[in-house]
């Protein structure tokens, strides 16, 4: 027969390992999705920070200096374009998960163009995005979000923070802010009001694009699901592609003129407009000019 020291001894030991088991289990199983480590995607905070620093080249700074260079091609060529445009946030107008790399709260700096979190990190949206949006409201084409994220009121909270500077503030020669009469300047809008019946809130595509039509009906002016453009990072959203009949266009390192112009030319071309021709002298010309 087992004394009782010895008991209590083995006791102990079970209960240890059992401990140390259910470390192990935390370690290898819970906490990994809990924390993201390996951050699959790029954050700029250091490009972002530097912008606070003045560095031209950073996000900040082009963001409140649009200019003609970064305005979709497509918005002016004559041909027709999607009665509605849709973005992602998360990775298509902004470089990170607002839910994951945002620490709440938020405020704006610099004039608005960059958002700072609680611990002093920079946020702002991708450089060419400010002109894109500018561009969209200047054509009267409607622009609208769908968002998944898990943090809604964050994000709205960075939308309303973040303002988007008119084009027309600056010099289409040089950029000159200094030499455009303030009493033609427009007042900055705050990226939110750019976007009409978003719909940013944990949940399906699929579901954020019925929402949107609702909303476009409820307005008096429906939006058919083939007259709307989405832009989004992650292919597996094509799937309003296939079950609503939306052009979907998957951008990889966030919105550029060129992402659009290319999304734009792929819901042309699913309805059936190709590109112009050009005629024989200007094919001549740029066989010269390359």
């Given at each position: 027969?087992?004394?009782?020291s010895?008991?209590?001894?083995?006791?102990?030991?079970?209960?240890?390992?059992i401990?140390?088991?259910?470390?192990?289990?935390?370690?290898?199983?819970?906490?990994?999705?809990?924390?993201?480590?390996?951050?699959?995607?790029?954050?700029?905070?250091s490009?972002?920070?530097?912008?606070?620093?003045?560095?031209?080249?950073?996000?900040?700074?082009?963001?409140?200096?649009?200019?003609?260079?970064?305005?979709?091609?497509?918005?002016?060529?004559?041909?027709?374009?999607?009665?509605?445009?849709?973005?992602?946030?998360?990775?298509?107008?902004?470089?990170?998960?607002?839910?994951?790399?945002?620490?709440?709260?938020?405020?704006?700096?610099?004039?608005?163009?960059?958002?700072?979190?609680?611990?002093?990190?920079?946020f702002?949206?991708?450089?060419?995005v400010?002109?894109?949006?500018?561009?969209a409201r200047?054509?009267?084409?409607?622009?609208?979000?769908?968002?998944?994220?898990?943090?809604?009121?964050?994000?709205?909270d960075?939308?309303r923070?973040?303002?988007?500077?008119?084009?027309?503030?600056?010099?289409?020669?040089?950029?000159?802010?200094d030499?455009?009469?303030?009493k033609t300047?427009?007042?900055?809008?705050?990226?939110?009001d750019?976007?009409?019946?978003?719909?940013?809130?944990?949940g399906?595509?699929?579901?954020?694009f019925?929402?949107?039509?609702?909303?476009?009906?409820?307005?008096?002016?429906?939006?058919?699901?083939?007259?709307?453009?989405?832009?989004?990072?992650?292919?597996?959203?094509?799937?309003?592609?296939?079950?609503?009949?939306?052009?979907f266009?998957?951008?990889?390192?966030?919105?550029?003129?060129?992402?659009?112009?290319?999304?734009?030319?792929?819901?042309?071309?699913?309805?059936?407009?190709?590109?112009k021709?050009?005629?024989?002298?200007?094919?001549?010309?740029?066989?010269?000019?390359?």
């Amino acid at each position: 027969m087992l004394s009782l020291s010895t008991i209590r001894l083995q006791r102990a030991l079970e209960i240890t390992g059992i401990f140390v088991g259910a470390l192990v289990v935390l370690g290898l199983y819970v906490l990994p999705p809990l924390i993201d480590v390996t951050m699959p995607k790029k954050l700029f905070s250091s490009s972002l920070s530097s912008a606070a620093n003045g560095d031209p080249t950073s996000p900040t700074e082009t963001l409140s200096l649009p200019s003609s260079t970064t305005v979709p091609t497509t918005f002016s060529d004559g041909l027709p374009l999607p009665s509605l445009i849709v973005f992602d946030l998360d990775y298509t107008l902004w470089p990170f998960w607002v839910d994951t790399h945002v620490s709440s709260p938020v405020k704006p700096k610099d004039n608005n163009t960059r958002m700072v979190d609680r611990w002093g990190e920079s946020f702002t949206f991708y450089p060419h995005v400010p002109a894109v949006l500018h561009a969209a409201r200047d054509k009267n084409i409607t622009l609208s979000l769908a968002s998944r994220t898990h943090a809604p009121d964050l994000a709205r909270d960075m939308l309303r923070g973040l303002v988007v500077t008119p084009a027309s503030q600056y010099n289409a020669a040089d950029g000159d802010a200094d030499k455009v009469a303030s009493k033609t300047r427009e007042k900055p809008l705050k990226a939110l009001d750019y976007f009409r019946f978003a719909q940013i809130y944990p949940g399906t595509k699929t579901a954020h694009f019925r929402k949107i039509q609702e909303a476009t009906r409820k307005d008096g002016e429906p939006v058919e699901f083939r007259d709307m453009l989405f832009f989004d990072d992650e292919a597996r959203n094509r799937n309003v592609e296939v079950e609503l009949g939306v052009t979907f266009w998957l951008v990889r390192d966030g919105v550029t003129r060129d992402e659009v112009d290319k999304g734009v030319w792929e819901w042309r071309k699913r309805r059936g407009i190709e590109k112009k021709r050009k005629n024989a002298k200007d094919e001549a010309r740029a066989e010269l000019e390359g």
